[in-house]
């Protein structure tokens, strides 16, 4: 079955620790995604890759970073200089018909 | 710049009852528009889409027309069941490769 899966489901860190969310897909889609939701906030994006090696900042990209070293996989990692991490962070990628395709979302809670 | 604004939840119905949720967008283009539906504890799932003006997007029992002249997107159920109950994400694309722009989201509780 084609999807997006993240790993963990669950994440529990310290405040100070980096740590990283994966994302992989086997849809063959070029875009990469990744979202930031919070209770009544909607989703925002933090960062986006059209390619392979090139990757955009969305509007709240501080204190975050991702790599984009094959089509499959676009990690994110939340650094201690985000100062706000506790969150449901969700991945997705794009088709060709514009719609975007999510993975099952990774809640991240730090304390 | 480009965004949806979404009717505030909770929307609160009784089975089989009629659903409007209500979507006006602002693009500086033409965008394709989308229903996007979240379950509790869930990623997004695509309900429907339209990408030109007067198309009408459906998908189990739910419909929403693209309304070009009033910037608009409602989705819309002639009766609703439990099994609806969720959180519903108007948003719109400009372009493919591009992040979507969504409302801050509708919750809906159907109850029995």
């Known amino acids: 079955d084609g999807g997006i899966t993240q790993s963990p489901k669950y994440l529990f860190r310290k405040e100070g620790q980096n740590v990283t969310l994966s994302c992989e897909q086997n849809?063959?889609?070029?875009?990469m995604y990744w979202y930031r939701q919070d209770p009544g906030q909607g989703l925002r994006l933090i960062y986006y890759?059209?390619?392979?090696?090139?990757?955009q900042k969305g509007d709240i990209a501080e204190g975050y970073s991702v790599s984009r070293e094959k089509k499959e996989s676009f990690p994110l990692t939340v650094t201690s200089a985000q100062k706000n991490p506790t969150a449901f962070y969700l991945c997705?990628?794009?088709?060709?018909?514009?719609?975007?395709?999510f993975g099952p979302g990774t809640r991240l809670t730090v304390t | 710049g480009n965004s949806v604004t979404q009717m505030e939840g909770p929307v609160t119905l009784s089975e089989e009852a009629f659903l409007t949720i209500n979507c006006t967008y602002t693009?500086?283009?033409?965008?394709?528009l989308f229903w996007y539906v979240q379950y509790p504890g869930e990623g997004l799932q695509l309900l429907l889409k339209?990408?030109?003006?007067?198309d009408k997007g459906s998908n189990k029992g739910f419909e929403a027309t693209y309304r070009k002249e009033t910037t608009s997107f409602h989705l819309e159920k002639g009766s609703v069941q439990v099994s609806d109950s969720a959180v519903y994400f108007c948003?719109?694309?400009?372009?493919?490769?591009?992040?979507?722009?969504f409302g801050k989201g509708t919750s809906l509780l159907v109850t029995p």
């Open positions: 997705a990628s794009t088709s060709s018909h514009y719609e975007q395709y």
């Open positions: 849809l063959n889609h070029d875009a």
């Open positions: 890759s059209q390619i392979v090696n090139d990757f």
């Open positions: 693009a500086t283009g033409y965008p394709s």
């Open positions: 339209a990408t030109k003006a007067d």
């Open positions: 948003a719109l694309s400009l372009n493919s490769g591009y992040a979507l722009n």
